[in-house]
């Protein structure tokens, strides 16, 4: 046995205070000649006690002795015997035991081993040890017998099976005449520690044994110290233990708790693919490679009849690749490359079958995909590569692609165990892989309907420069609910807004798009900022309500915030108001970067119309640039909301710099990871109209007044060289002039803005909003506004401090230079 292949696997482990087996040695006679400490502590009895005397001393009746040489004669003709027992404690009560006898033989003829297990005090599913479980089980167990000086006196048949060393070679020599000196060495540490404790310990190593020469096989060795009558030590049993099964079946329970937490951490495919190869690696496999089909990685979930109807396999796409060594050149694989499986190969058998394939030995010279990729079948030879598995990723009747799993290093072929564990372990992925793939599907869906809510294009016509950037939030957190926006308002002002509605996914995505409607309606109303937020709390409200779900006791509320921003490039003022959004940075030519004192308001839909919103009007000199964002470029959990303002405040405090470059340097004060919330910046740099692009007069509360105006307008826009809008423009004026005087109880004033559009504005003192009629033919009155509407490209009106605007805009002629 010198050259059996042994490697120890533990040092010695004490059992703990419940003994795994109670051992007693009996000669031919049936008297004891060996205690174990184990014994004692299951019986009761001291060796003192037994050593000497008939094993019928704790057999509980009588007629049980006088069994006793029957009892014997059985087990000498069968050369042992198994089954339950009852066994006299020392303090009277009986305990029902596993007993089980060994016949060992030796140079002086036969001796027994007797070893008990007290199967009634094992609690309900409990196992125990290595020798415990072999003596429940009835397995065979490997029994040695040393002296004081660690040389063979006693063996039974069983060891010989275990390790191939007959048993005549065994008498009269130590472990070093049949274990490697190292192994042999650290073995006789373990046993004279025995022999010096008296207490029972327990070995592990592994081995190939003759019956079973290529697979390698886990044994598990127990140390009794056998004592005499007056307790000093006898020697050492050694039972000998294939725990083969039992270890196996460890290590693949080992792996599954290993894939619960290390497959599906993210919700990326390639990174799950990625992480079912790495686990499987070395554990299962030297190499694993899992390929999806070339839709999945981009969200999209393949058919259940792919690759069926037209007789090719699908594409695949290598997503994930592990090896023992990564950096051989030869490897056939590149992750990320696109895979064509031969129509006559496994692999495409595997995907149109969704049936698993074991080659435990894998034949690189013959087979279809052979002649079909040579390149590649030369590099599967020289990575060595002799075993191979595949397995079809299912999830819900589909197959979304293979796992392939190989040995070279290791040389035991794969079997079916292997192949179960294989399966369980892509069973596992597949599911994290189309939990991924559904919220992809999710994600993408929420993302296209977000881009395409949000403006694709920006502009601030006359009043402001503008710059955007809107970055999703990351795979884990899924899309939320940013929107901005900017809205051209009449009179050369714009509109600046951007909000956030919590939550995220499609549903939040898809709230954004209503709200960014109900801003963009009531922004046409020209209403002031606070009251716009009013009535955009009132939509929200109402959304809320009419979401509600009667049967959810605690129905889900939606809520928002916003900033809401008005800014008139004629007067350069800026009315804000927010609804318990972030306030706007401000940050003047100069760099000087200031937080206006901006009421915070409450959010949207969240404070039940206790608290008004309110309005801060500010003065802006050119040049300034407003920054409007989302908390998610601010804040995060591991900083506060200040340290997030003032790392974005450093960024925008560049003067002369473009707004652009502004973006781009707020965007890079982003923390290195993806974000966990949307991030929106809008940026908007103020222009003011010079004053030779306005031009206004007041007028008197009488109808005289009407060809004066008239007048007035014709003479100016000769001046701008708008010659072309004259005749339009004073029947605009006409009529606009006309029902301010007639509605009105004050002087009306008249201007015209020229900037992208002419715009001409009347305002009055009357708050009632003018509407168009339908005037019947005989009607002397009532086509007022409906020659404004024919003549002008968009009229409406707003509220005012002190009434009412009405205005209409008129196109500038393409030959019209800008003041």
């Known amino acids: 046995m010198t050259n059996t292949d042994h490697t120890l696997l533990a040092e010695p482990v004490n059992l703990p205070e419940s003994p795994d087996a109670a051992i007693a040695m009996i000669d031919a006679e049936g008297i004891v000649v060996g205690w174990t400490y184990a014994a004692q502590q299951l019986v009761g009895y001291a060796a003192g006690e037994v050593v000497g005397r008939s094993a019928a001393h704790v057999l509980p009746p009588p007629e049980d002795a006088r069994r006793a040489s029957a009892f014997a004669e059985q087990c000498r003709a069968r050369g042992g015997w198994s089954g339950t027992a009852a066994i006299r404690h020392r303090d009277g009560h009986t305990l029902r035991m596993t007993l089980r006898v060994s016949l060992l033989q030796g140079q002086a003829g036969i001796q027994w081993l007797v070893s008990v297990t007290d199967i009634g005090s094992l609690p309900s599913g409990a196992t125990g040890g290595p020798v415990r479980e072999s003596l429940l089980a009835r397995a065979p167990i490997g029994i040695v017998v040393y002296d004081p000086q660690l040389r063979c006196v006693w063996v039974n048949d069983a060891m010989e099976r275990h390790d191939g060393v007959p048993r005549h070679r065994r008498f009269g020599r130590g472990l070093k005449d049949s274990l490697p000196a190292v192994e042999a060495e650290a073995l006789e540490v373990v046993m004279r520690q025995v022999l010096e404790s008296g207490t029972t310990t327990v ?22 110290c056998l004592q005499g009558a007056d307790g000093t030590p006898l020697g050492v049993c050694s039972m000998i233990v294939d725990v083969t099964g039992n270890r196996r079946a460890r290590e693949r329970l080992a792996i599954l708790s290993e894939a619960g937490t290390h497959i599906g951490s993210t919700l990326d495919v390639m990174q799950t693919a990625q992480e079912l190869a790495e686990l499987t690696v070395p554990l299962l496999a030297d190499h694993a490679l899992v390929d999806l089909v070339d839709s999945v990685p981009f969200g999209v979930e393949p058919s259940a009849r792919t690759g069926t109807t037209s007789g090719r396999p699908p594409l695949l796409r290598r997503a994930g690749l592990a090896s023992i060594d990564p950096n051989i050149p030869e490897l056939p694989w ?3 490359e696109v895979v064509h499986p031969h129509p006559d190969s496994s692999f495409a058998a595997a995907m149109r079958t969704g049936r698993s394939h074991l080659e435990p030995v ?22 060595g590569i002799h075993s191979l598995m595949v397995v079809p990723i299912r999830a819900r009747r589909c197959v979304l692609g293979l796992a392939l799993f190989g040995r070279s290093e290791e040389q035991t072929p794969f079997q079916e165990d292997d192949l179960l564990l294989a399966e369980e372990l892509v069973t596992r992925a597949a599911l994290c892989l189309d939990n991924a793939l559904q919220y992809a599907r999710e994600r993408a869906a929420a993302l296209t309907l977000q881009r395409d809510l949000l403006p694709h294009r920006v502009q601030g016509g006359a009043a402001v420069e503008v710059a955007s950037r809107y970055v999703p939030a990351d795979m884990d957190h899924g899309v939320g609910g940013d929107w901005f926006d900017v809205i051209e308002l009449s009179g050369a002002r714009v509109a600046l807004v951007v909000g956030d509605v919590m939550g995220h996914g499609i549903n939040a995505a898809a709230t954004m798009g209503r709200l960014r409607t109900a801003v963009r309606t009531l922004a046409d109303l020209d209403l002031p900022p606070d009251e716009l937020l ?15 779900d009667v049967s959810d006791p605690v129905p889900a509320v939606v809520g928002a915030t916003c900033l809401y921003a008005v800014y008139d490039p004629t007067t350069r003022r800026c009315t804000l108001a927010r609804a318990g959004h972030p306030p706007p940075l401000i940050v003047d030519a100069q760099g000087r970067v200031t937080i206006p004192d901006l009421p915070a308001g409450a959010p949207l839909g969240l404070g039940f119309g206790l608290v008004p919103f309110e309005s801060v009007e500010l003065e802006l000199p050119e040049g300034t640039v407003l920054a409007f964002y989302s908390d998610g470029l601010v804040e995060t959990r591991s900083e506060d909301i200040d340290v997030g303002l003032q790392r974005l405040g450093t960024a925008l ?22 974000p966990a919330d949307d991030v929106t910046l809008l940026l908007a740099r103020t222009r003011a109209l010079q004053p030779a ?6 007028l008197s509360n009488e109808l005289v007044t009407v060809p004066t105006a008239r007048h007035l307008v014709a003479r100016q826009l000769r001046q701008w060289a708008l010659e072309a809008l004259v005749t339009p423009v004073e029947s605009i004026v006409s009529e606009l002039v006309t029902n301010a005087i007639r509605h009105g109880d004050g002087p009306s004033r008249l201007r015209l803005i020229q900037h992208r559009v002419l715009t001409c504005e009347v305002s009055d003192t009357s708050t009632g909003r003018p509407r168009t009629r339908h005037p019947r033919p005989l009607d002397e009155h009532g086509r007022g506004l409906y020659v404004v509407a024919r003549l002008s490209r968009r009229w409406g009106s707003r509220s005012a401090a002190d009434g009412k605007v009405v205005w209409a805009e008129q196109d500038l002629p393409s030959t019209a230079g800008a003041l």
């Open 203 to 224: 070995h592990e190593y592994r081995a190939w044994p003759p019956a079973d020469r290529p697979r390698e096989h886990a044994f598990s060795a127990s140390f009794f």
């Open 334 to 336: 590149v992750r990320e």
């Open 693 to 698: 692009q306005v031009a206004s007069w007041d």
């Open 534 to 548: 009013a009535h955009l709390d009132d939509t929200v409200r109402r959304l809320n309500d009419e979401d509600a």
């Open 362 to 383: 894998l034949d690189a010279c013959a087979g279809p995909w052979v002649e079909h990729d040579p390149v590649r079948t030369q590099k599967v030879r020289d990575s």
């Open 653 to 674: 405090a560049q003067p002369g710099a473009s707004l652009e470059d502004l973006c781009s340097r707020a965007m890079e004060t982003l923390l290195a990871q993806a």
